[in-house]
């Protein structure tokens, strides 16, 4: 009797475990096991969003995606490993050393990403089942050495990583969709109609105000100054002032380099920084005809000797801009509250960024962010101990070309979803720098600088111009150079009612020294086909 009951309990406790056993793997860890099975018959694959298209202002593709393949290997399946390390080296130009090690090592591989059908087919007819690929997408870029620096690139997986690509990668980028397969057990996939999918969303996309001629002019006279001046880089921008958009912006490195120098990379003005020290003596009454002396061409600055080019004698404070006087700056510099010029020089958008839609941008700034000593505020004047991009450069002078207004940059115009506009950037006011009527007398002044002054070089015929020369020596181990310079020159036509305004910068030219011979006559040729194109009809004063 007692040992029927310890066989009853026995097969009861049997019965629980094993009624437990069940209870716990179809309740507790289904979620497990159906995820083991999935992974075991079910395959999972992502289809890629296409990513959005680039645009110049007019709707000329500057970048776009077509379809493509990327083919894969999986060794375990391959027939005969040492045939096919052959044949796919004789496809892929890759060693064959390279692919036998890729195969005996038995882990999934790439063969190629990106390639066309042509390509893919080669590699499909070598009739091997280790041989697979997916479905891809490539950017394609139109004149990449012209809009290279701007529009940046993009990573193998379509992801932006320089440039525009990358700073709106978000608009551009598709949402990724998928489709699940059933697998065999031979690892053939097929449909199967009650597997969940999704389908993937295109991007959207860009357009730039950036304008495809205007933007091939710029190149096509930046390359030619970079050759001919044997010049490390050069770099330009062509701006509508009265908006702040930018229809042009070229970077060239003799390196090769497709960095964006206008934004990313900071040097001293030089010259074209007169401009600030001329609004703040104008804006605290200082005329236009007040003369200065300036002492045989040199003054003595606490035992620093300032040149000038030459002596000039007793002159104006206009004639000391249009002959780029650094003596008269100097004596300025004697007159002006440093404190008041320093937030002036903020005011035209130096030592701050722009807000440009760009990643990387330099914000520039002073040598020495304490108080200045005598000499230091005398050559700031001329643009000595401050940095900035010639982004900065350029919408300083915007400011003067828009009746004394800044405005924030533009580079991207609207953003399109399937041709519907979903944004559109209108111009931004960021502040009033000086009053219209300082704004215009400034630009009465740079049009002298043109007519007769060190900017003759880039005087047009039936077209008023106004603009500055600026040459700056660079500051090599602690010391300024006597023979590494930056050459700028800024220029807005025609001078009543700007519609372009150039900025330029060539970097180390040699065997020059002197923006006037450098970069002015560089301003002129750009100036004049951009008149051709627009059929220019200005009467010169």
Excluded at 30 to 50: A, M, N, P
Excluded at 79 to 108: C, G
Aim: aromatic share 12%; hydrophobic share 40%; with cysteine.
């Amino acid at each position: 009797m007692r040992g029927a009951k310890f066989i009853h309990f026995f097969l009861f406790f049997i019965s629980f475990l094993f009624f437990g056993y069940l209870f716990f793997i179809q309740c507790i860890k289904f979620g497990y096991y159906r995820r083991i099975s999935e992974k075991t018959h079910q395959k999972k694959v992502i289809l890629c969003g296409s990513r959005g298209n680039i645009f110049d202002r007019n709707g000329l593709a500057l970048a776009t995606s077509e379809p493509c393949f990327s083919v894969f290997c999986t060794p375990q399946y391959a027939k005969d490993k040492k045939r096919l390390a052959t044949e796919i080296a004789l496809i892929s130009q890759r060693p064959v050393f390279e692919i036998k090690r890729l195969l005996e090592d038995n882990k999934f591989f790439w063969l190629e990403m990106k390639v066309n059908v042509e390509k893919r087919d080669r590699y499909l007819n070598l009739n091997d089942p280790s041989i697979g690929y997916t479905h891809d997408l490539r950017r394609i870029y139109t004149m990449p050495d012209v809009f290279g620096s701007i529009i940046g690139r993009c990573s193998m997986d379509n992801r932006g990583i320089e440039g525009i690509e990358l700073y709106f990668d978000e608009i551009l980028s598709g949402k990724s969709g998928f489709v699940v397969y059933q697998k065999d057990p031979s690892g053939e996939l097929f449909p199967y109609y009650n597997y969940p999918e999704e389908d993937p969303k295109p991007g959207k996309d860009l357009y730039l105000t950036i304008d495809l001629q205007l933007q091939t002019i710029l190149y096509t006279q930046l390359k030619e100054c970079l050759n001919q001046k044997n010049a490390k880089a050069t770099s330009g921008l062509i701006i509508n002032p009265r908006t702040g958009e930018i229809l042009a912006m070229v970077n060239i490195s003799k390196d090769g380099k497709m960095r964006n120098s206008a934004v990313c990379d900071e040097f001293e003005p030089g010259s074209t920084f007169k401009i600030v020290g001329l609004a703040f003596a104008l804006s605290n009454g200082i005329k236009e005809t007040e003369l200065f002396n300036t002492n045989a061409g040199k003054i003595n600055i606490n035992g620093h000797i300032i040149h000038d080019y030459k002596n000039y004698g007793i002159i104006t404070l206009s004639e000391a801009i249009v002959h780029s006087s650094n003596v008269v700056m100097s004596m300025l510099a004697e007159r002006f509250n440093q404190d008041n010029f320093l937030l002036m020089t903020q005011d035209f958008g130096f030592t701050e960024i722009t807000g440009i839609e760009f990643p990387g941008e330099a914000a520039g700034h002073l040598a020495k962010t304490k108080k200045l000593n005598q000499i230091e505020f005398a050559t700031l004047l001329f643009g000595q101990g401050i940095t900035c991009n010639l982004l900065q450069l350029a919408f300083a002078y915007q400011a003067i070309a828009n009746n004394g207004v800044l405005n924030k940059p533009i580079i991207l115009s609207q953003v399109r979803d399937k041709k519907k506009i979903v944004y559109q950037t209108e111009p931004l006011r960021v502040r009033r720098v000086v009053d219209e009527d300082i704004a215009r007398r400034i630009t009465k002044i740079l049009c002298e600088v043109v007519d007769e002054g060190t900017g003759t070089g880039a005087k047009l015929d039936g077209v008023r111009v106004a603009g500055k020369t600026g040459t700056a020596q660079k500051a090599v181990n602690g010391q300024y150079s006597t023979t590494q310079i930056t050459a700028t020159f800024v220029g807005y036509f025609p001078a009543d009612n700007p519609e372009y305004l150039v900025a330029l910068m060539v970097d180390e030219p040699q065997n020059e020294r002197w923006a006037s011979t450098i970069v002015a006559p560089v301003f002129k040729q750009i100036a004049q086909r951009i008149c051709q194109i627009r059929n220019f009809e200005y009467a010169f004063k």
